[in-house]
């Protein structure tokens, strides 16, 4: 079997760089059915990329090396494809575009467009023994049904990372690259929930709240979830990517006008529980926990400024140090990756071998919750299919 281009990983990236590369192209995958990650995104309906989708929302060794990628191929580019396809989206916070109906719209699409161009899908396929030949990769293909020698000019490897093994993921990628000499990064799962050996927060599961999180890092104004094994919700899941072991994670649940708000509900009804009015603000559960940290006793009325203020200090500033995460279980990206110093930030090829690419998230790129892993999929899938189809 001889192509022009191999692929090797049918998720966003590599159906994306399918379905616009010309020529004669194999997309190669264990899973029994492709996309399967944007099949379960987003709730089933794929948030599948941002409207503030920018450089500064991706973490890299190079935080430079995503900016010609996403300026070529933008958000508003995929969202004019999605149209042009008829598949209706909307948008939720910050940003955040979701299709109207499924995720599966965005999968058909893209095997509508690989389809268009005559691309050979095998899936529940494994490949082993690659090598470079010459000008052309060769390795075996073994499927359902048969093995064989396949024969490619230009390889692409859209594995991803190690998030969430239970759907196949593996270090494929970073096999490949360590094969061919390309330095891969420490790798860690990013966009992923706390855990607390001790328990802590096991009677308060469920409680959800606004919060401002932060871990050496950016500061994410989202929802914060509490746990059975510790803290969730994307506020969390967003500080995660920043955090390392053994360092604290800064909480703030302070709502807005809450130092006024208590002073003026002392003055009105001073007589009251501190704790019940407290919980016209957050959630009673959860004050009834923070009863058990803070010293929230008596009557609105015992409560001076001071105290009042210094509540709401700790409350602004509760930094709690989690024991690990749920690691690559439930981590929806992997942190790090294939060293983005060994390939071409324009092409997405690596600088000492020619006709091998590397794209999506196996590079040492990693975004922000909210859709700008896709963008970050869809644009380096078409640096890499722009560059071959130049060639």
Excluded at 18 to 25: D, E, I, P, V, Y
Excluded at 35 to 52: A, H, M, Q, V
Aim: with cysteine; net charge negative.
């Amino acid at each position: 079997m001889e192509y022009d281009t191999a692929i090797i990983g049918a998720g966003a990236a590599g159906m994306m760089c399918a379905a616009h590369l010309n020529g004669r192209t194999l997309l190669v995958d264990h899973a029994k059915a492709a996309g399967e990650k944007i099949r379960i995104s987003g709730g089933g309906r794929c948030n599948f990329t941002n409207l503030y989708t920018d450089p500064d929302a991706f973490i890299s060794a190079n935080p430079h090396f995503a900016k010609s990628a996403l300026a070529r191929y933008t958000q508003w580019d995929f969202i004019t494809l999605v149209e042009a396809h008829g598949i209706a989206w909307h948008e939720k916070t910050l940003g955040q575009l979701f299709c109207d109906n499924s995720a599966k719209d965005i999968i058909a699409m893209l095997h509508k467009l690989m389809a268009a161009r005559d691309v050979n899908l095998q899936l529940k396929s494994q490949i082993s023994d690659v090598e470079k030949q010459g000008e052309h990769f060769t390795f075996t293909l073994e499927g359902p049904d048969k093995k064989q020698r396949v024969t490619a000019r230009n390889l692409i490897i859209a594995t991803g990372g190690k998030s969430i093994p239970k759907m196949g993921a593996t270090g494929f990628a970073y096999d490949i690259a360590q094969q061919f000499g390309l330095p891969v990064t420490q790798t860690r799962p990013a966009l992923v929930p706390f855990t607390f050996s001790d328990g802590r927060f096991a009677e308060i599961s469920g409680v959800a709240t606004p919060a401002r999180v932060h871990a050496d890092g950016p500061v994410f104004e989202e929802a914060l979830l509490f746990t059975h094994r510790g803290l969730s919700g994307p506020a969390i899941l967003q500080a995660s990517s920043y955090w390392t072991e053994g360092a604290p994670v800064t909480l703030n649940i302070v709502p807005d006008g809450l130092y006024e708000a208590l002073r003026q509900q002392r003055q009105e009804a001073g007589r009251r529980n501190f704790t019940t009015e407290l919980s016209r603000h957050l959630p009673a559960r959860l004050v009834e926990h923070l009863a058990g940290r803070f010293d929230l006793g008596g009557n609105l009325a015992d409560w001076s400024d001071k105290r009042l203020g210094a509540l709401i200090e700790g409350l602004r500033e509760w930094k709690l140090t989690p024991n690990g995460t749920e690691g690559y279980r439930t981590a929806e990206v992997t942190l790090g990756g294939i060293d983005t110093d060994a390939i071409n930030a324009r092409t997405m090829a690596a600088k000492d071998h020619s006709g091998l690419y590397f794209i999506g998230e196996a590079l040492d790129v990693t975004g922000w919750l909210g859709g700008y892993n896709f963008q970050w999929a869809w644009s380096s899938a078409m640096a890499a299919a722009s560059a071959i189809n130049d060639h």
